[in-house]
């Protein structure tokens, strides 16, 4: 299937790793040209190197260093890369918490990670996309937005808002050829997940399938798969909702979360 996003420029964040990077990995193998963001330089060169070792020396990719948590951070971004076709807001900030002992500041870094990076970005790009009447902008969402779990009640409050952005911004475009979605996975096996199972893994001699399974099991029983999702099958959908084929998909909320979120929509 052929996504038809060849020499589109694509921008995607948080990207160094895990679903961010499967993103990347897979748009670039589809034609684009890929800009990988993330925080730290080390990390972004590893990500750029990888990927050339995947696709080719020649393959169009390039690395932006930028730390999307403040408005000057964002502008590093846009500096270097000042339009796109495609645009994947996939940078967020989450963990456990009891909802007692998150501080203030706390939920003000997961505001301006989780929904004001991503606006900033989008409310910069989309004029650009329309004037061109083609753009993709992705908010890559969480099914905790839609079933909120009590021990990450920041990091699900602005899983749930961005729902809104995304619809909104959506209506926003309305007639202009550009489409804006939510991407929502669900439980992911990322390289940090993995990292987390090790002990485990040693313990019981189970493999890193095997582990992840019994972990879905026991914290998310709602699950179909009954499985972690791999970050290549949320990658493929992202994929899909970037390309020219989803050009009648727009401000929906998109699901690759193996059914842990028990609602049909």
């Known amino acids: 299937m052929q996504l038809g996003i060849q020499n589109k420029v694509a921008v995607v964040t948080g990207a160094t790793q895990g679903i961010g990077y499967a993103i990347a990995s897979t748009l670039l193998a589809e034609g684009a040209t890929v800009v990988v963001n993330g925080r730290r330089s080390d990390q972004v060169d590893q990500a750029v190197a990888r990927l050339k070792a995947e696709h080719g020396d020649a393959a169009p990719v390039q690395g932006?260093?930028?730390?999307?948590?403040?408005?000057?951070?964002?502008?590093?971004?846009?500096?270097?890369?000042?339009?796109?076709?495609?645009?994947?807001?996939?940078?967020?900030?989450?963990?456990?918490?009891?909802?007692?002992?998150?501080?203030?500041?706390?939920?003000?870094?997961?505001?301006?990670?989780?929904?004001?990076?991503?606006?900033?970005?989008?409310?910069?790009?989309?004029p650009a996309m329309a004037g061109k009447a083609w753009g993709r902008v992705v908010f890559i969402g969480s099914e905790c937005g839609i079933s909120t779990p009590p021990d990450m009640l920041h990091y699900a409050t602005t899983k749930t808002a961005l729902l809104g952005l995304s619809r909104g911004m959506a209506k926003r475009m309305a007639g202009t050829g550009v489409t804006v979605n939510a991407v929502l996975p669900g439980p992911t096996l990322s390289e940090g997940v993995e990292a987390m199972l090790q002990d485990e893994i040693r313990r019981t001699g189970k493999s890193i399938e095997e582990q992840g399974a019994a972990l879905v099991k026991a914290m998310r029983p709602s699950s179909i798969t009954e499985r972690f999702q791999t970050a290549q099958e949320v990658a493929n959908l992202v994929a899909y909702t970037c390309s020219s084929l989803a050009s009648g998909t727009t401000g929906a909320a998109l699901r690759a979360d193996g059914g842990v979120a028990d609602t049909p929509f």
Do not use: K
């Not at 403040?70 to 996939?90: K, T």
């Not at 870094?109 to 970005?121: D, E, K, P, Q, S």
């Open 64 to 126: 932006v260093v930028a730390d999307l948590a403040s408005a000057a951070g964002c502008n590093v971004l846009l500096a270097q890369v000042p339009a796109c076709d495609i645009l994947v807001n996939n940078a967020a900030v989450f963990e456990t918490a009891d909802f007692f002992e998150i501080a203030d500041d706390t939920w003000d870094t997961y505001w301006a990670v989780n929904i004001m990076a991503g606006m900033r970005l989008a409310r910069s790009y989309l």
